[in-house]
């Protein structure tokens, strides 16, 4: 694989970057009378009077935040086995792009799916896998026959990732600052540590 990196990729890095920023300090600012605004949409003020204080950062009862960021798998296929968790994945069915009924499966113990590409990440194919809030299209945007994104873990399949689940706080709820690919997402969060 070729290391260097092209004027192309460079500029459209640079570009993702400077919209993440901009996007990310946007919903930071403040009217010139001290009061935050929500937006065009929005025209709510709270003034610095009425906001409540921060508490001080030495009484929090933790010292470290970790931020575990994957790509390209849903917490439901890696954790969805946790208890609370709403993300369970065996015995749910998914229609492919043919209406044709497919169920869930596990990808251990023989690790099955290794061979298959990522599902598809780009703005259009997730866009197809959320369906209007359905969250059922995995399938319709996949090549034919690629059932890799209907594949899950249990805890006893990744026994570090478990232990490190079930002994910390984990959150169970999806985020993506945009419906789309891995690097304006990653942007988004590295500018918010």
């Known amino acids: 694989m070729d290391d260097d990196v ?21 919903a930071c600012s403040s ?14 003020t709270t003034t610095a009077s009425q906001r409540q204080a921060l508490p001080d950062p030495s009484d929090a009862p933790f010292d470290t935040v970790v931020v575990v960021m994957m790509e ?13 968790a709403d993300g369970k994945q065996a015995g749910l ?8 009924e497919h169920e869930t499966w596990g990808l251990a ?3 099955n799916g290794c061979s298959m590409q990522d599902p598809f990440h780009f703005s259009q194919a997730v866009a197809e896998q959320f ?6 299209g995995f399938l319709t945007s996949q090549p034919k026959g690629d059932l890799f994104p209907l594949g899950y873990y249990t805890d006893k399949d990744l026994p570090i990732l478990a232990k490190l689940a079930t002994s910390y706080t984990t959150f169970d709820n999806y985020f993506s600052s945009m ?9 988004y969060q590295l500018c918010a540590t």
């Open 6 to 26: 092209t004027r192309r990729v460079f500029l459209a890095g640079a570009a993702a970057l400077g919209v993440a920023g901009v996007t990310g300090l946007a």
């Open 31 to 44: 009217d010139d009378d001290g009061s935050a605004s929500g937006g065009d949409g929005d025209k709510t």
């Open 72 to 84: 390209n798998r849903s917490f439901d296929a890696l954790l969805g086995w946790l208890p609370g």
């Open 93 to 100: 069915s998914y229609k492919d792009a043919e209406g044709k």
């Open 109 to 111: 113990p023989d690790w």
């Open 131 to 136: 369906n209007d809030g359905k969250i059922d």
């Open 179 to 187: 419906l789309g690919p891995t690097w304006p997402n990653r942007f």
